[in-house]
Antibody, heavy 123, light 112 residues
């Protein structure tokens, strides 16, 4: 059974750096095709995809935030870490990590989501 | 960036009645391998989103067969043949054809 759980601060000040950790079980980020996404949702608004890291360390980012985002994996700890610099109140929202499998024409969709972690950006 | 446009943005349906949500992409979601990279997700009240459909028409594990999806290229539809109370939530289509992945605005499905 695949599970993912996000963790990190609930409150950050403007201009600070946010560090979120996704701790997962039931799969390995050393397995070909496996990836972890980050998706966020401002209060009352739609979902926004942020970033993705694959088993082979291929990393993808949404262009509008690319300069502020870093994504890394620690396969020994089964964790993926997302950092976002220069936080602003508009970054307030719930942040989710998700599992994905994509290799050649095999694709799973974001088939398992974490429970989400809520981040408020305020001074 | 592929823009995803859903309609309607809200839908009130009587139990047992059908529901249909449309999603249109600004570019084709068909990729070279023959797959169409369109997913549907639902976010039920107070919950994380969950996968409903992947690759345009494949039901995710555990999704009831009253859910079906169709479409190709740039036009897609999610259908619920007989809406049940547990189907309420916000439904999102998402392009996975390229980076960035992009979601539609969401369609809120409610029970009348």
């Amino acid at each position: 059974q695949i599970t993912l759980k996000e963790s990190g601060p609930t409150l950050v000040k403007p201009t600070q750096t946010l560090t979120l950790t996704c701790t997962f079980s039931g799969f390995s980020l050393t397995t070909s095709g496996v990836g972890v996404n980050w998706v966020r949702q401002p209060p009352g608004k739609a979902l926004e995809w942020l970033a993705l890291i694959y088993w082979n360390d291929d990393r993808r980012f949404t262009p509008s935030l690319k300069n502020r985002l870093t994504i890394t994996k620690d396969t020994s700890k089964n964790q993926v870490v997302l950092t976002m610099t220069n936080m602003d109140p508009v970054d307030t929202g719930t942040y989710y990590c998700t599992h994905i499998y994509s290799l050649s024409t095999d694709y799973s969709g974001m088939d398992v989501w974490g429970q989400g972690t809520t981040v408020t950006v305020s001074s | 960036e592929i823009v995803m446009t859903q309609s309607p943005l809200s839908l009130a349906v009587r139990p047992g009645e059908p529901a249909s949500i449309s999603c249109r992409s600004s570019q084709s979601l068909l990729q070279g391998g023959g797959n169409t990279y369109l997913d549907w997700y639902v976010q039920k009240p107070g919950q994380s989103p969950q996968l409903v459909i992947y690759l345009a028409y494949n039901r995710a594990s555990g999704v009831p067969d009253r859910f079906s999806a169709s479409g190709s290229d740039t036009d897609f539809t999610l259908k619920i043949s007989r809406v049940e109370a547990e189907d309420v939530g916000v439904y999102y289509c998402m392009s996975a054809a390229q980076v960035p992945r992009t979601f539609g605005q969401g369609t809120k499905v409610e029970i009348k």
